[in-house]
T-cell receptor, first 112, second 114 residues
Framework: QKEVEQDPGPLSVPEGAIVSLNCTYS??????FMWYRQYSRKGPELLMY????GNKEDGRFTAQVDKSSKYISLFIRDSQPSDSATYLC????????????FGKGTSLLVTP | NAGVTQTPKFRVLKTGQSMTLLCAQD?????MYWYRQDPGMGLRLIHY???????AKGEVPDGYNVSRLKKQNFLLGLESAAPSQTSVYFC?????????????FGEGSRLTVL
């Protein structure tokens, strides 16, 4: 079993919808939690970063971390066609050279 | 400012051939990583380096070797390529300390082994 589990989708929503993406993990040592966005044939780019439990908001994006449940979420409000991409959750801890453990990624399509 | 540059971007190899992928970063980052990305498998860590002259194994290191002779470069070598190594390879780098989690990725190198 991978340390980080993520439903690969694909997920298709109409423009303006609220999107919810989730990951679960098994390693309680993870301290830092990230969401990356990857467009087709490009490298991933950091979208959101959260340290330990809590919420973080940045424009239309909200990241939530629940360490007690080993569960992280990304919410996208008022989704746009330009949000169509693959979203990868990632997490790390200090004992691994801060190498990221990624989920498989969820493919999102926002239709006009 | 180029960021993270990977060469080559595309390569086709025959089984048993060897090759080296080069990753260069101009951001003075301490940490560098090599990942491979396969359909349905996500990004998996091959090797990483926490500084010049250091390397460490990741999740899937077999069949690969790496070197970090200069801080700005991280080389990934395939000694005897196998079809199972057909993949998209991504290099990434980050500063240590306060930049935990903020990896900067290259555009990827697409390798096909026939």
């Amino acid at each position: 079993q991978k340390e980080v589990e993520q439903d690969p989708g694909p997920l298709s929503v109409p423009e303006g919808a609220i999107v919810s993406l989730n990951c679960t993990y098994s390693n309680s040592a993870f301290q830092y939690f990230m969401w990356y966005r990857q467009y087709s044939r490009k490298g991933p780019e950091l979208l959101m970063y959260t340290y330990s439990s809590g919420n973080k908001e940045d424009g239309r994006f909200t990241a939530q971390v629940d360490k007690s449940s080993k569960y992280i979420s990304l919410f996208i409000r008022d989704s746009q066609p330009s949000d169509s991409a693959t979203y990868l959750c990632a997490m790390t801890h200090s004992n691994s050279g801060y190498a990221l453990n990624f989920g498989k990624g969820t493919s999102l399509l926002v239709t006009p | 400012n180029a960021g993270v540059t990977q060469t080559p971007k595309f390569r086709v190899l025959k089984t048993g051939q060897s090759m080296t992928l080069l990753c260069a970063q101009d951001m003075n980052h301490e940490y560098m990583y090599w990942y491979r990305q396969d359909p349905g498998m996500g990004l998996r860590l091959i090797h990483y380096s926490v500084g010049e002259g250091t390397t460490a194994k990741g999740e899937v290191p077999d069949g690969y070797n790496v070197s970090r002779l200069k801080k700005q470069n991280f080389l990934l070598g395939l000694e005897s390529a196998a079809p199972s190594q057909t993949s998209v390879y991504f290099c990434a780098s980050t500063l240590a300390g306060g930049s935990v989690g903020e990896l900067f990725f290259g555009e990827g190198s697409r390798l096909t082994v026939l």
